[in-house]
């Protein structure tokens, strides 16, 4: 009697495919859970499989491979069902016939995940989404489109890479997850160097500024080479000096003065000197000899005047040396001569 090694032995089965949906479990669409038929877990258990029990389906005649997990042992002899994103990504028709053997795959570490469409990124927290959805699935397998439903909408999103190997358990495990841009992303294009510079800029015609700044000043070297305009000079302005004793007389007596009253041009006024000189002599003279005639009697009269009015004349000296003018005694208060009433 032959010896069989259950150990060594692998579980392998070919069974014709129909979608989830034929036996009434749309909870099952949302991972990557088989049923199989009763049959398969009495050849499992025979072969002492270890749980969770993993499997490898194979479509030979397109060339694709996936795993998949196990949920019941129901289905009818033959005849396996399976989620229907699972059908579309092995290209499997209704009836098809499928290849499954049991597999053991590491546990996963890394996955690197690209959504078809942007819609799946504004989602509030789509990290969240996909840990939630995850723990549906039993492995992941490199290249393989899993589908992930969120609020009454179906996301599709492509697997890019697995590690530790092309497919991974992720049943009780930690594993990385990264995005990469979604398939319908589109990079802003920057306009390249070479059509901004072929690029003509409309022309903007020109309006004459409005001169808010008044006369422009002359610069610099205008200013040297410029000649300064001549400047007339203004005569000084003639100041009237203030002369006393220039105005006219005025008598007690409501007559008239005889004497004429000196303009501002006498020499009393041009030569003011001169008339300090002569002191107060002159006037009493001219007064004396008014007063002379009019035939009053003159008091302090010039006594070194003659009778008829004349002043002296020394005689010349025979040398001819220029003759000596006597000086003029200076005026002095109360020395004139002392006349009486009585004779």
Same mark, same amino acid.
């Given at each position: 009697m032959a010896y069989e090694n259950h150990h060594d032995a692998a579980f392998a089965r070919k069974y014709r495919c129909y979608p989830i949906s034929f036996i009434d479990k749309p909870h099952l669409e949302n991972g990557d859970k088989i049923v199989m038929p009763p049959s398969a877990l009495d050849r499992l258990a025979y072969l002492h499989i270890e749980y969770p029990m993993l499997f490898e389906l194979s479509n030979t005649s397109a060339g694709r491979v996936t795993h998949c997990g196990v949920m019941e042992f129901i289905a009818d002899e033959g005849l396996i069902y399976l989620p229907y994103w699972m059908m579309e990504n092995m290209l499997l028709q209704e009836g098809d016939i499928v290849e499954v053997k049991n597999a053991s795959l590491a546990k996963g570490s890394y996955v690197k995940l690209q959504p078809h469409t942007k819609d799946f990124l504004d989602i509030s927290n789509p990290k969240a989404v996909l840990e939630t959805t995850l723990r549906s699935y039993s492995c992941l397998t490199t290249g393989d489109t899993i589908m992930v439903p969120y609020n009454n909408k179906k996301y599709y999103i492509n697997v890019v890479e697995t590690k530790p190997s092309t497919a991974v /358990?992720?049943?009780?495990? %930690?594993? =990385?997850?990264?995005?990469?841009?979604?398939?319908?992303?589109? =990079?802003?294009?920057?306009?390249?160097?070479?059509?901004?510079? #072929? $690029?003509?800029?409309?022309?903007v015609k020109e309006e004459p500024p409005l001169d808010f700044k008044g006369p422009e000043k002359p610069s610099s070297?205008?200013? /040297?080479? $410029?000649?300064?305009? !001549?400047?007339?000079? =203004?005569?000084?302005?003639?100041?009237?000096?203030?002369?006393?004793?220039?105005?006219?007389?005025? $008598?007690? #007596?409501?007559?008239?003065?005889?004497?004429?009253?000196?303009?501002?041009?006498?020499?009393?006024? %041009? *030569?003011?000197?001169? #008339?300090?000189?002569?002191?107060?002599?002159?006037?009493?003279?001219?007064?004396?000899?008014? $007063?002379?005639?009019?035939?009053?009697?003159?008091?302090? /009269? *010039?006594?070194?005047?003659?009778?008829?009015?004349?002043?002296?004349?020394?005689?010349?000296?025979?040398?001819?040396?220029?003759?000596?003018?006597? !000086?003029?005694?200076?005026?002095q208060a109360f020395t004139g001569k002392k006349y009486s009433l009585r004779g």
């Amino acid at each position: 009697m032959a010896y069989e090694n259950h150990h060594d032995a692998a579980f392998a089965r070919k069974y014709r495919c129909y979608p989830i949906s034929f036996i009434d479990k749309p909870h099952l669409e949302n991972g990557d859970k088989i049923v199989m038929p009763p049959s398969a877990l009495d050849r499992l258990a025979y072969l002492h499989i270890e749980y969770p029990m993993l499997f490898e389906l194979s479509n030979t005649s397109a060339g694709r491979v996936t795993h998949c997990g196990v949920m019941e042992f129901i289905a009818d002899e033959g005849l396996i069902y399976l989620p229907y994103w699972m059908m579309e990504n092995m290209l499997l028709q209704e009836g098809d016939i499928v290849e499954v053997k049991n597999a053991s795959l590491a546990k996963g570490s890394y996955v690197k995940l690209q959504p078809h469409t942007k819609d799946f990124l504004d989602i509030s927290n789509p990290k969240a989404v996909l840990e939630t959805t995850l723990r549906s699935y039993s492995c992941l397998t490199t290249g393989d489109t899993i589908m992930v439903p969120y609020n009454n909408k179906k996301y599709y999103i492509n697997v890019v890479e697995t590690k530790p190997s092309t497919a991974v /358990s992720i049943i009780e495990t %930690d594993c =990385e997850v990264d995005f990469i841009p979604p398939l319908d992303f589109k =990079e802003p294009e920057k306009p390249s160097s070479s059509s901004l510079s #072929n $690029r003509t800029l409309p022309e903007v015609k020109e309006e004459p500024p409005l001169d808010f700044k008044g006369p422009e000043k002359p610069s610099s070297s205008s200013l /040297s080479n $410029r000649t300064p305009p !001549e400047v007339k000079e =203004e005569p000084p302005k003639k100041i009237a000096k203030f002369s006393p004793f220039t105005g006219s007389g005025r $008598r007690l #007596n409501g007559k008239s003065s005889t004497q004429p009253a000196v303009s501002p041009s006498s020499p009393l006024i %041009d *030569n003011p000197q001169q #008339n300090a000189a002569n002191g107060i002599n002159g006037s009493k003279s001219s007064s004396a000899s008014s $007063r002379q005639k009019s035939g009053k009697l003159v008091f302090g /009269s *010039n006594a070194n005047q003659s009778s008829n009015g004349t002043p002296k004349v020394l005689p010349k000296s025979s040398s001819g040396e220029p003759p000596q003018v006597e !000086e003029k005694p200076k005026f002095q208060a109360f020395t004139g001569k002392k006349y009486s009433l009585r004779g």
